[in-house]
């Protein structure tokens, strides 16, 4: 959906991850659909120029990236952390949209009206709302959390078409439609864990219903989003209409404070806002933790760190607990290796991760 970025229109990410559905998988004995022959090209701008009609669906989420939740990451961390998520999904064929999601005790639901972005939180009794306007500097929430098919597809094959041998391989059936499947994998010269991307393409919207990211020797999906439920035709206008809930904290998205000093000093109070090294399947992501986030070794927080958020669950003790200790001429640290990556976290609050193997993260953190 080139209209709006937040529902169809695509990890993580680097989005990327990777998803699971045994519930989309075909019925035993069914056979793949028949279907009028398409290029990869021809698949491949269907995808980056996705532009749904009006649907209703439900998306279900299902990944064994191997990653632990990591602190901050809200809804995106969730998703990413393992385990089966679903989200219920509504648009109207133009702009609006509606994303409802379980948070926590409770449910997140985004609404997008056309002119205002409302995030409720059902469990805080919290709204947050993000003007459309262009000048109104805020940033306006993702409410899918990175987890919708479209928006997954059009990230990857983006970032990686131009470093990627791209087919397609036959057809399949998802959510009740026919699809043909669209494969990218990488070419011999790239650095990665990962053994290709596996997108699914609606044969008559030509809009992504499921993306697979599939990791070297593995037979199962590291990741795998997709439809698992999916109706098309005009939906009920109320869907993309909000009323704040009685006694609900209702606050304005703040904008970026761009004043703040560009100093090293204040990089380290602040942290830094990730930069990426490399492209195609061996980009590295490069970011710091804000000064006084690692916290103390594990086991020797107080109180006080527990408080902060800087005690046994946060980024160092998680690292001690299940990384592996690392050092090099860029310092010490700890690496943590999942089917379908790595992510290195120093002891000074340097953080680097990707698809690839710990050799390309070292690399980047000598070269930072």
Do not use: C
């Not at 698992?228 to 304005?252: H, I, K, W, Y």
């Not at 000074?348 to 980047?364: S, Y």
Request: zero cysteines; a negative charge; hydrophobic letters at 35%.
């Amino acid at each position: 959906m080139r209209r709006r970025n937040i529902a169809l229109t695509a990890s993580a990410g680097i989005a990327a991850g990777a998803l699971g559905l045994s519930s989309l998988a075909l019925p035993a004995g069914a056979q793949d659909p028949r279907l009028p022959q398409v290029s990869a090209d021809e698949l491949v701008a269907s995808v980056m120029d996705s532009d749904p009609p009006a649907l209703s669906g439900r998306v279900t989420v299902h990944n064994e990236l191997g990653l632990p939740a990591l602190p901050g990451t809200g809804e995106a961390g969730e998703l990413l952390a393992g385990g089966d998520k679903s989200l219920r999904v509504w648009y109207d064929g133009q702009q609006r949209q509606r994303i409802s999601m379980p948070s926590g005790n409770g449910e997140t639901t985004v609404v997008d009206d056309g002119n205002t972005v409302w995030k409720w939180d059902s469990a805080q009794r919290t709204v947050v709302k993000h003007p459309h306007s262009k000048d109104s500097g805020t940033e306006r929430p993702e409410p899918s959390a990175g987890a919708e098919p479209g928006e997954i597809a059009q990230r990857l094959v983006g970032k990686l078409r131009e470093t990627s041998a791209v087919r397609v391989d036959g057809t399949a059936s998802v959510a009740g439609r026919d699809a043909y499947e669209l494969v990218l994998t990488p070419k011999p010269d790239e650095r990665t864990k990962l053994r290709e991307v596996r997108i699914a393409v609606d044969a008559e919207d030509r809009i992504p219903l499921r993306v697979e990211v599939n990791a070297n020797g593995s037979s199962e999906p590291a990741l795998r989003a997709g439809f698992s439920e999916l109706s098309t035709g005009p939906q009920d206008a109320e869907l993309f209409q909000f009323t704040p809930p009685e006694n609900a904290r209702v606050r304005t998205a703040e904008k970026p404070d761009t004043t703040k000093s560009e100093s090293p000093r204040s990089d380290r109070r602040e942290g830094t806002s990730p930069r990426v090294e490399g492209d195609g399947w061996d980009t590295v992501v490069l970011s710091r933790l804000p000064e006084g986030a690692m916290g103390p070794p594990s086991g020797r927080e107080t109180d006080e760190d527990e408080q902060r958020g800087t005690g046994s669950t946060g980024p160092r003790a998680m690292a001690e607990r299940v990384g592996s200790p690392i050092s090099g001429s860029w310092g010490h640290g700890w690496v943590i290796n999942s089917s379908v990556g790595s992510a290195v976290l120093t002891s000074d609050g340097r953080v680097a991760a990707g698809a690839v193997p710990q050799q390309v993260l070292i690399e980047a953190l000598r070269d930072s």
